[in-house]
């Protein structure tokens, strides 16, 4: 690293103070946590975003985002050059970026992690990162913080997409790297031609007209429900009503955890809406559930993700039995595999279902990624603990005493929490299960953040 190079570095990094006594992990979700404890980290996550794409001559994206949590909070993540998660090699890097207690150290780390990745800081390449962020007031001032991180390394570039979800700056970015326009319009007219592709592939004669048509989603009054409404006019075949659009408090009382957590109605849905389809982003659009009304009551029929996967499942399966029957010479179905891939933490119903239909079933960790995990550590893809000490004979005593009993625990990608899950032949018992399991967790860790 030259001297303008670390001139530049000291100058600009020390109008970033990082919080006092504060520790940040990369999460699944990158960086969380409440937006007023943040704008160093963003900051040097701008440093970060500028030297990945120098390492990989590549665009990079960084989103603003706390997705499903309250509006107070905030978080940036970064995009790879392919549109997914930053690699995991680099997440102990932004770690420690995030950690570094004085200038002076920031710059050090920096200095280290550049010779260690042999990153041409005086190439010819200029590295670009694309910026964007949701509908939260604290997204303002952390995306220009995230701006002059960028800024902070020389010959790097800083491009604000705008107010976006977060799929579509992950797409952006994709679209970017493979020499597509990258812009909304685009990223709209894939999704629509798209669309209309797939309903004329319906047989004609066989597509129902009526309430089927009719789709209305609870947009959890943040950003997904303002591009929705531009997109909507572009979907021929699909009447999309948006509520929560943006009038009311992000995630209160609606969105797709709200929605999947509590099963009830989100705020505006109601007994005029039974029998219709409907849906629950979150606050940035990356997560979506289905849900039904029920009669006479504010409780809903959930199709979350497990449901919704069996159904891909299922109609995947049909088109490939239907093309091994066609005796079409060209497509050789009979040597494509369908799996599905599922987390243990998926529900054991679904699992069930799905292997009854014959396809196989594979397992895989949560998207857990870096996380402070002295506390509770997993084995045999996060469905054993194998610390503290004792603690996994005791969950499974409690689950002896449930019929069709499961119960697992694990750190939160997304909170400071330990998350448990259960499952049981009724609510009533699941609730029960859980209950238990979240004791246990407080006696053997000495807390209550289960």
């Known amino acids: 690293m030259n001297d303008k190079q670390r ?13 006092q006594g504060v520790k940040l992990s990369y999460g699944t979700s990158g960086f969380r946590a409440d937006a007023s404890l943040l704008e160093s980290t963003v900051y040097r996550v701008g440093l970060l975003a500028a030297l990945r794409s120098l390492k990989t001559r590549a665009v990079i994206g960084l989103m603003i985002t706390a997705s499903h949590n309250k509006i107070s909070d905030n978080g940036i993540k970064v995009a790879d050059p392919s549109g997914g998660m930053l690699t995991q090699d680099w ?20 200095d280290d992690f550049v010779k260690k990745e042999k990153i041409a800081l005086d190439g010819e390449w200029a590295a670009e990162v694309f910026l964007g962020r949701d509908t939260r007031p604290s997204g303002v001032s952390l995306l220009e913080a995230a701006k ?7 010959k790097a570039n800083a491009k ?10 992950h797409w952006m970015v994709r679209a970017r790297n493979k020499g597509l326009e990258a ?21 004609q004669g066989s597509r129902i007209v009526g309430t089927n048509d009719k789709l209305i989603v609870d947009g959890a009054d943040g950003i997904g429900g303002e591009k929705l409404e531009s997109l909507k006019g572009l979907l021929n075949g699909l009447c999309v009503e948006v509520r929560n659009s943006g009038n009311g408090v992000l995630n209160e009382g609606v969105g797709a955890d709200y ?37 006479n009551s504010n409780k809903i029929e959930l199709v979350d993700g497990d449901k919704i996967m069996a159904l891909f499942a299922l109609f995947l399966e049909e088109q490939l039995s239907i093309l091994n029957k066609s005796g079409d010479v060209t497509v050789r179905p009979n040597q494509t595999r369908l799996k599905i891939v599922q987390t243990a933490y998926a529900n054991g119903a679904s699992t069930s279902y799905l292997k009854q239909l014959g396809l196989e079933v594979v397992f895989t960790p949560t998207g857990v990624k870096v996380l402070d995990r002295a506390a509770v550590v997993t084995a045999n893809a996060e469905t054993v603990v194998v610390k503290p000490s004792g603690i996994q004979e005791a969950i499974n005593a409690e689950i002896a005493k ?38 246990l967790a407080d006696q053997f860790l000495g807390s209550t953040n289960s």
């Open 402 to 439: 449930y019929h069709k009993g499961r119960c697992f625990i694990r750190p939160s990608g997304t909170e400071d929490v330990v998350r448990v899950y259960a499952e049981a032949s009724t609510q009533e018992a699941a609730d029960g299960l859980a209950y238990s399991v979240a004791k």
């Open 160 to 169: 604000d997409m705008g107010v976006l979800t977060t799929p579509q700056l």
């Open 148 to 154: 002059q991180g960028v800024a902070s390394i020389v």
């Open 91 to 110: 997440e102990p890097f932004a770690e420690a970026l995030a950690n570094a207690p004085d200038i002076y150290t920031l710059v050090e780390i920096l």
């Open 259 to 295: 929605v999947q957590k509590e099963k009830v109605v989100p705020r505006g849905f109601g007994p005029a809406d039974v029998g219709i389809r409907c849906a629950s982003f979150d606050g940035d659009a990356d997560r979506l559930v289905y849900f039904l009304v029920q009669p």
């Open 183 to 203: 812009s909304e319009h685009n990223y709209f007219d894939q999704l629509s031609s798209s669309f209309r592709c797939l309903l004329e592939l319906i047989p």
């Open 7 to 19: 001139s530049i570095l000291l100058d600009i990094s020390s109008r970033f103070s990082p919080p």
